[in-house]
Every structure is written in C-alpha cells, then in structure tokens.
C-alpha cells in the first residue's frame, strides 16, 4: 500500500502483537520500489513500530522486513504452524474452522501463524495458488470486500480473539 496506509497497518499490526510484518511487492501491488527506496522506507517503518510499541506497551519490537515478492518470500521455505491467506476468490472459510480444525488435531493453538492479506484487487490467482500450495489455507473475510488496511487489522484482530481463546 501507499506510504501512509503501509504506514498505519504497521503501527495496527505492532499495537496487536505481530513479531514480523513482511510488506509484499504482488502483481497488483502500485508501489514500486527500488533497493535503496526500499531499504529507507523499512527503516522508516521500523520507527513507526517503535512509537508504536511506546504507546501500546508491546513488549517487543516487531521486525519489519525490506518489501519482497511472494515468489520470494515463499522461496524462503519458513513454516507456520497455521498458515492463512485472505482471499476473495470464493473458497475461504471463516478463520474460527481452520483454529478449531487445529485445536482438533493438536489440543492446542498453534504457536506460529502466518496471514497472507493482498493488495487492492487481492492476490492474482497465480499468486494464491503458490501461496496455497506451500500450505496457507484460504480464509473468508465476510461478504464485503476490505481495503487492505482493514483487511490487514479485521485478519489481526481475529487472530488476537482466537489465540486468547479460554479453550486453548
């Protein structure tokens, strides 16, 4: 996203917990950044983490990365626990069934998760299909389609209510 909406999902994701926000480059993606550009904007970013963990009392310091292609990121081979990927394509499930499926399986919740929320326009279907087949499944925002900044909190703030489920 532009400059202060990438801006405002860091500082949301840091006041929710997140240990690293990875900020995508997909082919839907409007902003375009050369490596320098790049690297400044992260170091950036990583000051609005910082105030932002000032005000919220995180107790931790998320690590916001350098902006990445899917292709990318997904060749790096990091497992997730749970892995979850917002998707308007049709066959997301609300987020709840993928946590009680693995509640189910492993009388636990999952230690580390991953979600996958797109640009403007969502993911192209060859993206959300690499990103599925290394594992992330697709969830359902609701029926309304979510500027990515909302997607990005709405996926955030139902990952806090079920990790902090009295069932877990």
């Known amino acids: 996203p532009k400059a202060q909406i990438i801006e ?10 997140v240990h690293c926000v990875v900020p995508l480059l997909s082919e839907r993606t409007t ?10 904007k992260r170091e950036k970013w990583q000051m609005t983490a910082v105030e932002a963990i000032k005000q ?10 350098t902006p990445i292609t899917p292709e990318l990121l997904l060749a790096r081979g990091e497992t997730f626990e749970l892995a979850l990927v917002a998707s308007l394509q049709g066959d997301g499930r609300h987020p709840r069934e993928h946590f009680q499926a693995f509640l189910s399986r492993q009388a636990r919740l ?8 797109g640009p ?8 959300i299909s690499a990103i599925k087949a290394a594992g992330a499944l ?21 990952l806090n209510y079920e990790l902090q489920s009295p069932n877990g």
């Open 31 to 40: 902003t375009r950044l050369d490596d320098e550009s790049a690297a400044a």
């Open 120 to 127: 403007e326009g969502d993911f192209t279907p060859e993206e």
């Open 56 to 65: 919220c009392g995180n107790p931790w310091l998320p690590r916001i990365e």
């Open 8 to 17: 405002a999902i860091i500082q949301k994701a840091t006041e929710l917990g």
């Open 138 to 158: 697709p969830i359902s925002l609701g029926p309304l389609v979510l500027r990515s900044e909302t997607a990005a909190v709405y996926c955030l703030s139902v």
């Open 110 to 117: 999952p230690t580390s998760i991953c979600i996958w929320v």
